[in-house]
C-alpha cells in the first residue's frame, strides 16, 4: 500500500516537472523589459544625464552597495564609455559600454553580466519631446536561454527588474526636476 502509494507520487511529480520543462521551453528565446515617465524637463537636460555613466551614479538603482568597486573607462561620455563594477551579492559584477549615443533623443548600452550569472542584454533609453517635457523609456532585451525560461516560471522577471527600472526613472525624474527648478528660482 505504502510502495503504491509512493510509485504514484513520483509518477505525478515527474509527470509535474516534465510539463514544468515542456512549458517553458515553449517560452520565447528573447525578452524585452520597459517603463517609461514623463520628466517636465527638455530632452537636452535629461540626456546629459544619462550619456554620462559617472552622472548615472547619483539615480541608478543598481548602486546599493557602498563597498563596491567602481571603474570608468574609455571615452569620458557617449559612445566607448565603459563602467565596470563588482559588489555583493545585491548587484553582482558587470561592465556597461555605451555602444550608441544619438543627442538628445536615444543612447544605447551593451550590458554584460558576470555575476550572480552571466548576460548580455542591450539597453536602451529613448527620450521623446513631449509639450509638457520628455517621455523617458528604459528597457532591455535580450536571449533567454532555456534556464531563465525555467526561472521566469517561478520569478516574474520583467515585474523584478521592471520595478528596478521604475526606481531608477523616479530618481532621474526627481534630480532632473529638482534641478529644473533651482535653475528656475536662480
Known sequence: ????????????????????LIYAATAPDTFQISRSTLIAAPPQRIFSMINDLHAQSAWSPFEKDPNMKRTHSGAPLGKGAVYEWDGNRQVGAGRIAITDSVPPSRVTLLLDMFRPFKAQNVVDFVLEQKSNGTNVTWAMQGAQPFMAKVTSLFINCDKVVGSQFEEGLAKLKALVETQATNVAAE
Open 1 to 20: 500500500m505504502i510502495t503504491t502509494m509512493l510509485v504514484i507520487i513520483a509518477i505525478a511529480l515527474t509527470v509535474a516537472i516534465a510539463a514544468a
